[in-house]
Antibody
Framework: EVQLVESGGGLVQPGGSLRLSCAVS????????MNWIRQAPGKGLEWVAN????????YYVDSVKGRFTISRDNAKNSLYLQINSLRAEDTAVYYC?????????????WGQGTMVTVSS | QSVLTQPPSVSGAPGQRVTISCTGS?????????VHWYQQLPGTAPKLLIY???NRPSGVPDRFSGSKSGTSASLAITGLQAEDEADYYC??????????FGGGTKLTVL
């Protein structure tokens, strides 16, 4: 079964850090670009970052550049998001998603999400 | 403020047809990037509904269809059913190779 399972979310103080993980199973992880997408409470979806199959290319939304780092470990079938200098506006559910290059780069598989709450 | 513009809400009675628009610019949809649509039921993760402007993944009913023209795209739902009540998002890419989403449209089935 194709599955993405996020973990690592929680309550953190402003200025703090977290490392989110996304465990992948059911497909060849190393063959796909992977993405992080977030959704603030009651708000819409916001694309955060993506990473190429071999990790050689990474792109970020402007609001997280310099604070967030996307990475992957193909041997462990895992995607990561290191989030530093957290702000209240980073509070959101964070989803990992597979980017399907055969389907015009659509996000065809999503995880269930992990909640990050930034509050003192 | 989302990069792609969608109406905040649409509604229709069971059996009717509704459309949801998605307006971009020359930096994203108009630059030739395809548009994708996602359905998000309450409390769940988004699900891919339409990819590559007008293609349906296996399992998505043919009541859902998509189109693209110029800097805009649209999602049409025919034969509206109660279970279609959800939030719908369009998505594309821009020339900086970043993903971009619409603000989402809440569909209410009357």
């Amino acid at each position: 079964e194709v599955q993405l399972v996020e973990s690592g979310g929680g309550l953190v103080q402003p200025g703090g850090s977290l490392r989110l993980s996304c465990a992948v199973s059911g497909f060849t992880f190393s063959s796909y670009w992977m993405n992080w997408i977030r959704q603030a409470p009651g708000k819409g979806l916001e694309w955060v970052a993506n990473i190429k199959q071999d990790g050689s290319e990474k792109y970020y939304v402007d609001s997280v550049k310099g604070r967030f780092t996307i990475s992957r470990d193909n041997a462990k079938n895992s995607l990561y998001l290191q989030i530093n200098s957290l702000r209240a506006e980073d509070t959101a559910v964070y989803y990992c998603a597979r980017e399907n290059n055969d389907w015009s780069d659509a996000f065809d598989i999503w995880g269930q999400g992990t909640m990050v709450t930034v509050s003192s | 403020q989302s990069v792609l513009t969608q109406p905040p809400s649409v509604s229709g009675a069971p059996g009717q047809r509704v459309t949801i628009s998605c307006t971009g610019s020359s930096s994203n949809i108009g630059a030739g990037y395809d548009v994708h649509w996602y359905q998000q039921l309450p409390g769940t993760a988004p699900k891919l509904l339409i990819y590559g402007n007008s293609n349906r993944p296996s399992g998505v009913p043919d009541r859902f269809s998509g189109s693209k023209s110029g800097t805009s795209a649209s999602l049409a739902i025919t034969g509206l059913q109660a279970e279609d009540e959800a939030d719908y998002y369009c998505q594309s890419y821009d020339t900086s190779l970043s993903g971009v989403f619409g603000g989402g449209t809440k569909l209410t089935v009357l």
